[in-house]
């Protein structure tokens, strides 16, 4: 029966009073106890027909209080049917205060008691955060005929030795200091609220609050404290090594992690342990969230998913063989060509240093051979942080023969963003150049280190130099991984939001590699890879490539005298440089000479891509390479390329509602998920002409998945062998598809809904204005037009357009435009210095025009 009583008088927000009840029963030791609870099924009239029950379980030193949103998305209408359960501990919450100290096997007997006393006999899907995690592991261990799934939330089983003991429990756990601010002062729970993302509120704090006001009700968080085992000879050591070292039992049970990884508590080697005490589990970590995480992310959301799939889940039926296919591995191309003593790679930042077939394969065998003698085995990650050229071609492929995952988050995520990367993808091992290994043993990056080029042995890094002559000679490598091995997690730009890896198995990146010639590149084709991961797909094609001296992580600094340079080392007819590089090139076209104009005119073969390239500068480009057909494919980093378009087929598409990037390539399908008039795209896609929606793409290349991601995999693929791009646009008559922005930045105006790329080439349309971005400033179905443009010639500071220039934006915009500003110079993404960050204008836009500074942008 109901009991409200425990509860305060004021019920803090988002917990409904009808959930309260309190449960009386015989604990293990033979004493009555009363524990506190929140309970679905008390607040439900019918009470019958649940699939199962989540049994969550709080740490310390919250209560289940934290527990509110599961509760409530579990009592709407369109829920999974599953009753939600959420226990106070005994002495925490509104639970009894006992007066004795429990130990985590007393803990986990007590949530026995309680599930025997609710009568669950299952299914029940346990969540658990911080200590509760351990003890609903506990529970689960003993409940195997009950178990239908585990779900942790930022908790640990284990302290791993590489990696001290949170700070926050050492400090509290200091002699004299524990009992002061555990329980003479509420200084432990308070700090524990501050970790929240974004600051809780002060309603809710109070909430948090309620049960541990006085010295007398906080006596368990200081006990809770206490019973951390950080050593064997602490009195909870063996049963949490007794959890520890079962969870392999629970191989067969369904699980998932979900994490906040700015949680200074539980960091990513506890995360790193959870995984591979529980390799089947799946995973996603919400960028920004951190130990508070059901406050700071959508824990209900992400739960209410996953069990909505164990409803779903039925026994697989009979697999239908497939068809054997035959798979030309990655590397096939360099096997090939292992006596070819011809130029394979050029590194022009080198002094134009030529590394031939034969010698390249033979170092990729050697140092495959090392790093197998040095304990890189099938399935270890290893990222790589070295720049384009001969010893990241060679590393990567010999990782990619030995059966090891490479890891590729490059310089253009910047610092913050390949901090991120690194953690999320927890590589074994780490290949870097000297700045690289610095930086990572600055930021403790995790992975034994292996050094590449100079500097690296001076940091007490093994080399690639050393990893090739302990591989040389007839030392045997490691079988071939299988094709649908895991071979890469590829990171994302982060141009819109942060980076996400996506996963290629084998087989994925060999049908990239084949899509890639589908744009004419081949064995036969000198390449000029002036976009990074570009050059590395030049060997798997058999064709050589030149890597022109340029920074990596700034691609507007190549100039047409680098390009030409290159494109002369390897006599190259195929060039593919990103819009921001290809830009500079016409810009510095006049400081070729004859010679260097000569090379250019072999070019046959122009791509360009990874942001909209407008026709003029496909058209200034080709000026400068007159024999090339300039292509500019679409693809993304999830499936590369999807669509190609010549400069002249964009010629012949004229003008449309986006930026028309050409037909399908051949084995790829492209849909699209039709937009209501709330901008929620359709569940099915469809290919009727005309309908603007979100671009789903289908093919052999498309990722496997995202890493440790995987909330955004399942939306991203709820569609069983289509990826959902988070692109907008139209196919058109013809079949084109016409690309016209992200998902994330369409406007639901009074009008309708609109897709900012039209408006913003309207705009663009005007000399006055060198680049447009288009944003919607109000709430969600009323927003205004607002353009921020980037002016000719360019403004020295933000500020309001003049009357002139605003009239004139108005005049060729298709929609009602509230306000025009102009800046500098729009905020781009690092790895293009082309993609326009939308949603940092739109907030800055918001800012500005509600009466704030200009700066700040």
């Not at 527990?67 to 501990?89: C, I």
């Not at 070019?603 to 000026?623: H, I, M, R, Y």
Request: aromatic share 4%; net charge neutral; hydrophobic share 45%.
């Amino acid at each position: 029966m109901n009991d409200r009583q425990g509860l305060p008088p004021t019920v803090p927000p988002g917990l409904d009073p009808a959930w309260s009840r309190s449960v009386t029963a015989v604990d293990s030791q033979g004493v009555e106890r009363t524990w506190h609870v929140l309970d679905t099924a008390a607040a439900d009239a019918d009470g019958t027909g649940y699939a199962g029950t989540l049994l969550c379980v709080h740490g310390n030193p919250t209560w289940s209080y934290l527990w509110r949103h599961v509760l409530a998305r579990f009592s709407r209408p369109d829920a999974p049917r599953w009753r939600v359960v959420a226990v106070d501990h005994l002495d925490m919450g509104f639970s009894e205060r006992t007066g004795t100290v429990r130990r985590l096997a007393q803990r986990i007997d007590d949530l026995g008691t309680v599930t025997d006393a609710l009568g669950l006999t299952g299914p029940v899907v346990t969540i658990g955060h911080d200590w509760g995690g351990s003890i609903s592991l506990g529970w689960s261990l003993r409940h195997r005929d009950q178990l239908r799934g585990v779900v942790l939330t930022n908790t640990a089983v284990h302290q791993p030795s590489d990696s001290p003991a949170p700070a926050l429990i050492r400090l509290a756990g200091l002699p004299g200091i524990l009992p002061t601010v555990t329980v003479r002062t509420p200084t432990f729970l308070q700090a524990t609220l501050a970790l929240a993302n974004p600051w809780l509120s002060t309603a809710v704090r109070d909430g948090y609050l309620a049960p541990y006001r006085t010295p007398g009700r906080r006596a368990a968080i200081g006990d809770f404290v206490a019973d951390i085992p950080l050593g064997p000879e602490h009195p909870s050591w063996s049963a949490l090594q007794g959890v520890a070292q079962h969870l392999d039992t629970l191989a067969d049970v369904p699980a998932l992690l979900l994490w906040g990884p700015r949680d200074p508590v539980f960091g990513a080697a506890h995360l790193r342990d959870l995984r591979t005490r529980l390799p089947h589990a799946q995973v996603h970590r919400f960028e920004g969230a951190g130990h508070l995480l059901a406050e700071d992310a959508d824990v209900a959301g992400a739960v209410a998913r996953w069990v909505a799939d164990l409803d779903r889940s039925a026994p697989a039926p009979a697999a239908i063989p497939e068809p054997v296919v035959l798979w030309r591995p990655l590397w096939a191309a360099l096997a090939e060509r292992a006596d070819d003593r011809s130029v394979a790679l050029v590194e022009m930042a080198q002094g134009g240093r030529q590394v031939s077939w034969s010698l390249l394969w033979r170092r990729i065998r050697e140092i495959a051979a090392g790093l197998s003698a040095s304990g890189v085995r099938r399935g270890d990650r290893v990222a790589l942080l070295v720049p384009p050229g001969a010893d990241l071609t060679a590393a990567v492929y010999a990782c990619l023969r030995i059966g090891a995952v490479i890891v590729v988050a490059d310089p253009g995520l910047g610092l913050a963003g390949m901090n991120r990367a690194l953690r999320g993808a927890a590589p074994a091992h780490l290949i870097a150049v000297g700045q690289g290994l610095a930086v990572a043993r600055a930021l403790r990056w995790p992975g034994r280190r292996f050094g590449a080029g100079p500097g690296a042995a001076a940091l007490g890094a093994l080399t690639l130099g050393r990893l090739a002559r302990l591989g040389a000679g007839d030392r045997k490598l490691p079988a071939a991984p299988e094709p649908d091995d895991d071979a890469a997690v590829l990171f994302t730009s982060g141009s819109t939001g942060p980076a996400k890896g996506a996963v290629y198995t084998h087989r994925q990146l060999a049908a990239m590699r084949d899509a890639l010639s589908e744009l004419g590149l081949g064995a036969e084709s000198g390449i000029v890879a002036a976009f990074a991961p570009f050059a590395l797909f030049g060997p798997a094609l058999g064709a050589a490539s030149a890597i022109p001296d340029m920074r990596v992580t700034a691609p507007r600094t190549l100039t047409a005298t680098a390009l030409a340079e290159a494109t002369a080392a390897v006599d190259a007819s195929a060039v593919f440089a990103s819009p921001a590089a290809l830009r500079n090139v016409v810009d510095t076209g006049n400081g070729l000479d004859a010679r260097q104009r000569a090379a250019l005119e072999g070019v046959t073969l122009l791509l360009s891509a990874g942001a909209p390239v407008p026709a003029v500068l496909l058209a200034q480009a080709q000026a400068l390479m007159p024999k090339a057909q300039p292509h500019t494919p679409y693809g993304m980093t999830e499936v590369l390329p999807v669509t190609d378009i010549t400069l002249d087929q964009i010629v012949d598409a004229g003008p449309g509602d986006g930026v028309c990037v050409g037909r399908p390539l051949p084995g790829v399908q492209v849909a699209i998920a039709a937009l209501d008039p709330t901008g929620t795209p359709a569940e099915q896609p469809g290919d009727a002409p005309g309908h603007t929606g979100e671009i789903m793409v289908r093919a052999a290349h498309t990722k496997d998945r995202y890493d440790a991601l995987w909330l955004t995999e399942r939306i991203s693929s709820r569609n069983p062998g289509w990826h959902r791009t988070g692109d907008v646009g139209y196919l058109d008559q013809d079949g084109r598809l016409w690309v016209q922005g992200r998902l994330t930045h369409v406007l639901i105006t009074s009008d309708g809904v609109l897709t900012p790329v039209g408006i913003e080439q309207q705009v663009e349309s005007l000399p006055q204005i060198a680049r447009a971005a288009v944003v919607g400033v109000g709430p969600r179905g009323a927003a205004q037009v607002v353009v921020i443009a980037e002016t000719l010639p360019p403004v020295r500071r933000a500020r309001l357009a003049s009357r002139e220039l605003t009239d004139a934006v108005r005049a060729v915009a298709a929609p009602p435009v509230a306000a025009v500003l102009v800046v500098p110079a729009l905020p781009t993404d690092i790895r293009h210095n082309s993609k326009i960050d939308r949603s940092r204008l739109r907030r800055w836009a918001e800012r500005v025009l509600a009466g704030g500074r200009f700066g700040g942008l």
